[in-house]
């Protein structure tokens, strides 16, 4: 295609994008709960380190791969292979960003009907009719559905617009939004009696705590967290201008992730601690445990209780709505460029096989949970094939690409911007991505099946 490739408009615009592919559900449901079952403030620290030691490195690979290649995600990695079997990591990448597209779309539409939820007072009652709420919610053929299709359709609004009109713009108006509900959250929580306990459990560490399992966890959880491998960092590169500081980008994403995860955790703890809800709730502690958090930590201000769950659960929707723009642009950008339409024609095809993709997903978990493959109903199979298979192995083959086979000379030349930034960390860099990196993600891998 020989039309110019879009860029971002500004720097913050390329910041605040990228950073909006990375914060998403992993950050406000996932670490939460990960750093309650893993002992608090030593899994954070731990975290951090895999930030640093795992995340930065191979986020900058794929601004590398996205920035040099100048197109999607499939592409970029085919110019660089030179028609070697190394291509495919990249249609990997695409494929992995298609199907996590769909069933993530289904929790972010439980996140808007919770919304809904909130607004009318539908969660008000005691634990047992909490519970009972989801589980009904979640046995309806037609309203998760539904939801599923509505902020799948909000995303393809955003998509349809372009880059710079659509992803960039959307990105300066709900990232800082996403900003400012966090904290109001956060200090509604903290000034709870109490609330200490929670900070403590979260800022304090006990490093009694840690084993193998809280390390490998953390490092599973910095690879969800950075969407790495899923096509999205990748993606957004191709459209980095040629002045933007691959290092000082992926550092910069890199902190506002981890602040939104930080405060995340001191948004959950402080109120579940002064209300004596378990830490380590798990998975269910959005949907199930916060409800309740939320009508017994504000009871004797109903109003205040009702302003903060409607805010809570906005502002998770607005943190999926961020990581589903940058999931669909990776397909978006590859239909687009691949089959030759029109960019609208191209986000169609994304929205509406994801809307097939996510209805049977929802249903897969309610009227229809006959759809299982291995003892797993649809949703937790695509979690599972994506999640824990196809983006370690994306992840280590791209360490494996970047450090052992694309030529040294052109990473070299795309870490300094041709010579005009600092190379000072690239020997650091280069030696993460070709040792510790894939050995980090190694380990993450055979542990989950339990081989080490």
């Known amino acids: 295609m020989n039309e110019e490739r879009a860029n ?133 053929p037609v309203r998760p559905v539904v939801w599923t299709i509505v902020i799948l359709a909000v995303t393809h609004f955003v998509i349809i617009r372009g880059v710079r009109g659509g992803i960039e713009r959307a990105s300066k108006l709900l990232m800082p939004t996403l900003f400012i509900l966090l904290l109001v959250i956060v200090v509604s929580s903290c000034f709870l009696p109490g609330a200490e306990r929670g900070m403590a459990f979260l800022l304090k560490p006990d490093f009694t705590k840690i084993d193998s399992g809280v390390f490998l966890g953390a490092l599973g959880q910095s690879f969800y967290s950075l969407s790495i491998a899923m096509g999205c960092i990748c993606t957004f590169a191709s459209y980095f201008s040629r002045q933007t500081n691959l290092l000082n980008t992926a550092v910069q994403v890199s902190v506002v992730d981890t602040m939104v995860a930080v405060l995340a955790g001191l948004m959950i703890f402080p109120a579940a601690f002064s209300v004596g809800i378990n830490p380590d709730s798990g998975p269910s502690l959005i949907f199930i445990t916060l409800p309740n958090v939320f009508n017994h930590a504000f009871s004797s201000m109903p109003i ?107 990473i070299k030349d795309e870490f300094t911007n041709g010579g005009t930034v600092s190379a000072a960390f690239y020997g650091v860099y280069l030696f993460a991505i070709r040792f510790v990196c894939p050995v980090c993600i190694a380990a993450i891998f055979l542990h989950q099946f339990g081989i080490i």
Request: some cysteine; charged content about 10%.
């Open 304 to 410: 205040v209780g009702w302003l903060v769950a409607l805010m809570f659960y906005a502002l998770l929707s607005l943190a999926a709505l961020t990581s589903l723009i940058s999931l669909h642009e990776v397909s978006t950008a590859f239909f687009h460029e691949e089959l030759h339409v029109s960019r609208r024609r191209g986000a169609l095809l994304v929205t509406v096989s994801t809307c097939v993709i996510g209805a049977f997903c929802s249903l897969s978990l309610g009227p229809m949970d006959s759809l299982q493959l291995g003892g797993k109903s649809l949703f937790d199979l695509f979690d599972f094939v994506t999640g824990q298979i196809m983006l370690p192995v994306g992840g280590f083959l791209t360490c494996l690409f970047m450090g052992w086979y694309v030529p040294k000379k052109l």
């Open 8 to 140: 971002f408009g500004s720097k913050i615009g390329a910041i605040l994008a990228t950073a909006g592919s990375a914060v998403g559900l992993g950050n406000v449901w996932r670490f939460p709960y990960m750093t309650g079952e893993n002992g608090g403030a030593a899994f954070i620290l731990i975290y951090i380190g895999c930030v640093l030691l795992l995340g930065i490195p191979c986020m900058i690979s794929e601004f590398i791969i996205g920035r040099h290649g100048a197109s999607n995600t499939a592409r970029a990695y085919s110019k660089l292979s030179n028609g070697t079997p190394w291509k495919y990591v990249g249609f990997m990448g695409v494929l992995t960003g298609f199907l996590i597209t769909g069933y993530y779309a289904v929790v972010s539409g439980w996140c808007l009907q919770y919304v809904y939820a909130s607004s009318v007072g539908q969660l008000k009652g005691d634990p047992s009719y909490v519970t009972a709420y989801f589980k009904t919610f979640m046995q309806s």
